[in-house]
């Protein structure tokens, strides 16, 4: 699968499940559809270049890990933030929770700097740097709670602990799963055959 297909794939799940420029509150959130539309399709290329990215650990396994991986970050993305424009670009008083959770992944970096050594302001200028963290996060959790089963390292994200936030991390493992079922992943078009060359 190739960044454009896996891009196109998430901005169709993401028009379905929060179609762009419905938001009112807060003023730093309100855009018209079509500027939400193009900034949800920047989104999804985001995600879908951080999940292709060889040098990154994919969270699952099998020929749809990439995909799949894709997906839950856009899933996590979905209940920290609802793609809100202001979430996104960092702008206005409600743009981070609490005061100390940045990007449309709503990653704690409070007045430091992530292990990647981004600040929260650094983690808003650019998505890719946003996804990446969170990947790295969630790969993080893979190793930590390894020896537990499920979606333990989702929760090591969500609270810290590979025991703890089972609420939400039940919300967003629901969400993720609809969507696959809603919307199957993409199967890659077979490169077409060269018509043979014709006898002279």
């Known amino acids: 699968?190739?960044?454009?297909l896996l891009a196109a794939w998430l901005l169709s799940i993401m028009l379905s499940a929060s179609p762009p420029?419905?938001?009112?509150h807060p003023v730093e959130a309100i855009e018209s559809a079509a500027q939400g539309k193009a900034r949800y399709a920047a989104i999804a290329r985001a995600i879908a270049q951080v999940?292709?990215?060889?040098?990154?650990?994919?969270?699952?396994?099998?020929?749809?890990?990439r995909a799949q991986t894709a997906a839950l970050l856009l899933a996590i993305s979905f209940?920290?933030?609802?793609?809100?424009?202001?979430?996104?670009l960092g702008t206005g008083?409600?743009?981070?929770?609490?005061?100390?959770?940045?990007?449309?992944?709503?990653i704690a970096v409070d007045k430091g700097k992530t292990a990647e050594g981004w600040t929260g302001t650094q983690l808003v200028q650019n998505r890719q740097r946003c996804f990446r963290t969170g990947l790295h996060i969630l790969q993080r959790?893979?190793?930590?709670?390894?020896?537990?089963?499920?979606?333990?390292?989702?929760?090591?994200?969500?609270s810290g602990y590979c025991d703890r936030g089972g609420q939400a991390v039940a919300q967003r493992l629901r969400t993720y799963r609809r969507w696959l079922?809603?919307?199957?992943?993409?199967?890659p078009t077979p490169?077409?055959?060269?018509?043979?060359?014709?006898p002279r």
């Open 1 to 4: 699968m190739n960044v454009d």
């Open 21 to 24: 420029g419905k938001s009112r």
């Open 51 to 65: 999940s292709l990215d060889p040098k990154e650990q994919p969270l699952y396994q099998g020929e749809q890990a």
């Open 79 to 88: 209940h920290e933030s609802t793609w809100r424009r202001d979430v996104d």
């Open 93 to 106: 008083p409600a743009a981070r929770g609490g005061g100390r959770y940045w990007c449309m992944m709503q």
């Open 141 to 158: 959790g893979k190793r930590f709670c390894d020896k537990q089963r499920g979606g333990s390292f989702i929760n090591h994200y969500a």
């Open 181 to 187: 079922r809603k919307h199957p992943v993409p199967k």
């Open 191 to 198: 490169p077409r055959s060269q018509a043979a060359t014709p």
